[in-house]
C-alpha cells in the first residue's frame, strides 16, 4: 500500500502531552540509566527503519512505554485496517523481551491474538519456537518484533498459526472459513477505532480511512460477498461494483458450503452498515457506497424457485381433478338424460 494513504502523519514521534494513555501506565516511574541507555537505542532503530505502514509514538515523560499502530498489508485479511498495540520494556530490558498487549476490542482475529489482549510470538518468548525464532538479548529489536506481528501473525492464512492446524480435514476450507471470520472481526475493529480512536493516533485514523481506504474496505465486502474474490484476494480498483451486473457463479456449491456462504453473506452486511456508519460520523466521504449491501441470496433464490415449481405441481394437480369433475358430471347429466346407470372412477 502506499505511503500517501497515511497522510503525513510521522512514522515516529515523541508526545509530550499531559496525558499518558497506555495499559500498561500505572504511575510515573524513571527508568535506570542504563535502562535509559539502551531505550533510546530503540528509538533511533524506529525513527530510522519504520516501514511506512507501521507507526509509533513514545513518551518523553514515560519513555519505557511505547504505542504502535500496524496497517493489514494486502493479500491478507487484514488489508488496510489498523491495529494497535502497547508496549512496556522491563526493568532488565534486553535481558528480557517486551510485553506486549493487544487493543483487540472483545475480538480474537487471529491465533496469535487474544480477545484479552495477550500476543503470542515466539520472539516474544510467549510462545515456544526454535531458538533462533526466541528472543535474543544481543541481536532482537523492537523493530523485528513489530514487522514480525505484521508479517508473521497478520499473515494471508492465519488459520495456519494454530498449533495443529492442518493436520486433519478439508484443510483449504477450514482456511478459507477462519479468513472470512478474521475479515468481519477486522471489520467490527475498524467501526470501534473509528469511534474511539487510541489517543496519539486520533488523526492518523480518520486521515487513514479518508484517503480512499475507506472505499476500499467498503468495496471488498461487496466483492466478496458476491463471491467475485476471496476473503484476502481483493485489490484496489479491481471487481468494481456493478448493482445491475448478474454474476455467474462458475461451480455449483453444495447445500452445506451455500448455508455458510450465506451466513458469512449475512454478516457482511451488518459489518458493513457498522463501518458505512462509522465512517459518517467521522466525516469521511463514502460517496457511491449506501447504507445497506442488497444481496441477491442464492440460498433464498433456490428455496424460492422451490417454492415455485412446488406450487406449480399443486396448480397441475388441481386443474386436473377439475377436469376429471366436469367429465364426470357431463357423464351422470348424459346417463340421466338416456337412464342408465353410470360408474365413475378417478385415476
Request: charged share 30%; proline share 5%.
Amino acid at each position: 500500500m502506499a505511503s500517501s494513504s497515511a497522510y503525513e502523519f510521522k512514522r515516529f514521534d515523541v508526545v509530550s502531552n499531559g496525558v499518558i494513555d497506555n495499559h500498561f501506565y500505572e504511575g510515573p516511574t524513571r527508568p535506570s540509566a542504563d535502562l535509559h541507555k539502551k531505550i533510546m537505542h530503540e528509538w533511533r532503530i524506529l525513527e530510522k527503519h519504520l516501514p511506512d505502514t507501521i507507526f509509533v509514538r513514545v513518551h518523553e515523560r514515560q519513555i519505557d512505554l511505547l504505542r504502535a499502530a500496524i496497517i493489514g498489508a494486502a493479500g491478507t485479511p487484514y488489508h488496510d485496517a489498523l491495529f494497535f498495540f502497547d508496549l512496556s520494556f522491563p526493568a532488565d530490558y534486553p535481558n528480557r523481551p517486551p510485553v506486549l498487549h493487544y487493543h483487540s476490542h472483545g475480538h480474537r482475529i487471529n491465533p496469535n491474538l487474544y480477545a484479552c489482549g495477550k500476543v503470542c510470538l515466539s520472539l516474544l518468548n510467549t510462545w515456544t519456537g526454535k531458538k533462533s525464532e526466541m528472543w535474543n538479548p544481543k541481536e532482537s529489536t523492537i523493530l523485528q518484533v513489530l514487522v514480525s506481528i505484521q508479517a508473521l501473525v497478520l499473515n494471508s492464512k492465519p488459520y495456519f498459526n494454530e498449533p495443529g492446524a492442518g493436520i486433519i480435514g478439508n484443510w483449504e476450507k477450514q482456511s478459507r472459513a477462519y479468513n472470512e471470520n478474521a475479515f468481519l472481526l477486522t471489520c467490527k475493529t475498524t467501526a470501534h477505532t473509528l469511534r474511539n480512536p487510541p489517543r496519539d493516533f486520533e488523526e492518523l485514523v480518520v486521515e487513514h480511512f479518508r484517503r480512499e481506504r475507506a472505499a476500499t474496505v467498503l468495496g471488498a465486502c461487496r466483492a466478496y460477498a458476491e463471491e467475485r474474490v476471496t476473503v484476502g484476494e481483493y485489490r484496489e480498483g479491481c471487481c468494481n461494483w456493478d448493482e445491475t451486473a448478474s454474476l455467474e457463479k462458475k461451480t455449483k456449491k453444495k447445500k452445506k458450503d451455500a448455508d455458510v456462504a450465506r451466513k458469512f453473506r449475512e454478516e457482511l452486511k451488518m459489518v458493513y452498515k457498522l463501518m458505512w456508519k462509522a465512517f459518517v460520523e467521522r466525516g469521511i466521504p463514502v460517496e457511491g457506497f449506501g447504507e445497506f449491501l442488497v444481496l441477491e441470496d442464492e440460498t433464498t433464490t433456490s428455496e424460492r424457485e422451490k417454492s415455485n415449481n412446488k406450487n406449480d405441481n399443486v396448480n397441475g394437480i388441481v386443474k386436473r381433478f377439475v377436469e376429471k369433475m366436469k367429465k364426470v358430471l357431463r357423464l351422470k347429466k348424459k346417463a340421466k338424460e338416456k337412464e342408465i346407470p353410470v360408474i365413475t372412477w378417478f385415476d
